[in-house]
């Protein structure tokens, strides 16, 4: 398949199927995602934040985790993210560190928003300084702090990332 609205159509269609799959088996909300690779689905992810207890069980970082353990790489730079709704603030990170080409998503925030998965107040917070936060957040200037920094930057056979 070539970079079409077909193909992009496919896909999303499939993130959408994720998505309904795996709130009918009620692990979690609305929510799918799927990892795409030389046109082909490499890993299909769906939300499970209620069935594991785990909040961070979001549909793209669990499509993430399985695409990279399939393809035994921490990036993601020849892959295209679809999910079934535009990603929250957590899962846009993910994507944005796993690297991938590009991402597609279907449904939007504001839609997302309307079915109680508002993630406004995230938005909001996060250009704020610490001290501004509703989240009380808070800089500790231990003795060490620096140290895991100091140790990573004179490593030598690091993997960068």
Request: glycine share 6%; with cysteine.
């Amino acid at each position: 398949m070539k970079d079409t609205f077909e193909e992009h159509k496919h896909f999303l269609l499939e993130a959408i199927k994720e998505a309904r799959k795996g709130m009918k088996a009620g692990d979690g909300g609305p929510f799918g995602a799927v990892v795409v690779k030389n046109g082909k689905i490499v890993a299909r992810g769906h939300n499970c934040v209620t069935s594991s207890n785990d909040p961070t069980a979001h549909a793209e970082v669990m499509a993430i985790r399985a695409a990279c353990a399939k393809l035994k790489s921490f990036e993601l730079k020849d892959c295209v993210i679809y999910s079934s709704c535009e990603p929250c603030p957590m899962c846009l990170g993910a994507i944005y560190w796993a690297r991938p080409k590009a991402l597609y998503y279907a449904a939007d925030r504001v839609r997302a928003a309307a079915s109680n998965f508002d993630d406004a107040v995230i938005y909001k917070e996060v250009p704020l300084p610490p001290g501004k936060r509703t989240l009380k957040t808070v800089c500790v200037k231990v003795p060490g702090r620096n140290v895991p920094f100091d140790e990573w930057d004179a490593k030598e056979d690091k993997t960068e990332y």
